[in-house]
């Protein structure tokens, strides 16, 4: 499948604002968000380029040369999310995998009616050996439109299914932003020389199946049964070919996420023995890559149900989740609810 399917040259601003303007009563307040948003990711995506130098170039977290102590690049990154998007007006509360509780909107700028979720770096362990990394965000509206005031843990903590817009920034081979806003999935490049992100690929859709499965295997003994079938039944040749599957897994959801997007498959982070609830973010991690998935005609679920259907209690939750392919991801809950056929057999 090739990477793009447009020959149209649409930048993602000009994207946003044609998008919005199918929305009777928009204002431009989330054309705007988007648009700091993407300088905060323009900015990471020159450091993250750098990061091979960072001892070099000091971004680390020792000292600089001027004796100043300098971020490592997951904070680094959090705090130009965070610079880029307080003063807008158009948000009125953030949180991040980086910081512990609500993020409040400095009490000099205006309060906005959006709320920002956001893992800055994912995959940070993958920074030092150049394996792809990115950027997670999630926007919901808040509560009450109307209210002008700090927006609160409650205006945070929605369904995943509220999202107004989702997206990830892959800083891989080439820096990729794959968004939506509920009207499909679009893909972005960017472009270094001139500093946008193009339209590379419209409405992507994620093959029915695929043939590849994600997910860190070392952990088999941690699993449960039903988990360790379905991966042994992968993993067994099947008549009509369509078995054994292949593993990839990075150990960066986002890069994992991205390459089942556009070659289906699953991709899994479950439960296990030493993490009950598993290792991912409801929040900033799973949900937006969940719509994403959704969004492209795929299914994202816990096992048991839609993880965008969960009613979060706390900004830092963990889920356990099954990703992808409609007809991997349904297979999936088929052996985690026991009742796919190789198991009564
Ligand atoms: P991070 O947000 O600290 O980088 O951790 C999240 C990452 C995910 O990107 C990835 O799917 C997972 O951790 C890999 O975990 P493991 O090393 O347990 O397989
Ligand atoms: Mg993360």
Not at 19 to 46: C, H, K, N, P, W
Not at 86 to 106: Q, V
Not at 286 to 297: D, H, K, S, Y
């Amino acid at each position: 499948m090739p990477i793009f399917n447009t020959s149209k040259l649409v930048t993602i601003e000009r994207h946003i604002a044609e998008e919005q303007a199918f929305y009777a009563g928009a204002t431009g307040e989330f054309s705007r968000l988007m648009r700091d948003l993407t300088l905060a990711l323009r900015i990471i995506a020159r450091d993250v380029r750098r990061a091979g130098l960072s001892d070099v170039l000091g971004i680390t977290d020792s000292q600089n040369v001027h004796g100043e102590q300098v971020k490592k690049l997951d904070e680094y990154a959090n705090d130009v999310i965070f610079r880029a998007m307080d003063h807008g007006g158009h948000l009125c509360a953030m949180a991040s995998e980086e910081s512990e509780g609500i993020i409040k909107i400095p009490s000099e700028y205006r309060k906005g009616k959006y709320v920002l979720l956001f893992d800055p770096l994912d995959g940070s362990s993958n920074i030092d050996v150049n394996a792809p990394i990115g950027t997670i965000f999630s926007v919901y509206r808040r509560l009450d439109s109307n209210a002008d005031t700090d927006g609160t843990e409650a205006d945070l903590l929605q369904p995943g299914y509220k999202q107004v817009a989702a997206g990830y920034c892959c800083y891989g081979s080439s820096t990729v932003l794959v968004y939506t806003s509920g009207n499909g999935v679009d893909v972005f490049t960017f472009d270094q020389t001139i500093g946008e992100f193009l339209l590379t690929y419209e409405k992507i859709k994620i093959p029915k199946r695929g043939k590849y499965y994600s997910i860190n295997e070392g952990n088999y003994h941690k699993w449960n049964t039903r988990l360790q079938q379905y991966v042994n039944y992968l993993k067994m040749p099947s008549d009509d070919k369509q078995r054994p599957y292949s593993l990839r897994y990075i150990g960066t959801a986002i890069a994992d996420v991205h390459r089942t997007l556009h070659y289906g498959g699953i991709f899994m982070y479950p439960a296990d023995k030493s993490a009950p609830v598993g290792k991912l973010r409801l929040m900033y991690e799973v949900n937006p890559l969940a719509m994403i998935i959704e969004q492209a005609g795929g299914r994202a679920t816990d096992g048991f149900g839609r993880v965008l259907q969960q009613q979060p209690i706390e900004i830092h939750q963990r889920v356990p989740v099954f990703m992808g392919s409609e007809d991997d991801v349904l297979e999936a809950e088929a052996f985690m609810q026991n009742r796919h056929p190789s198991q009564q057999l």
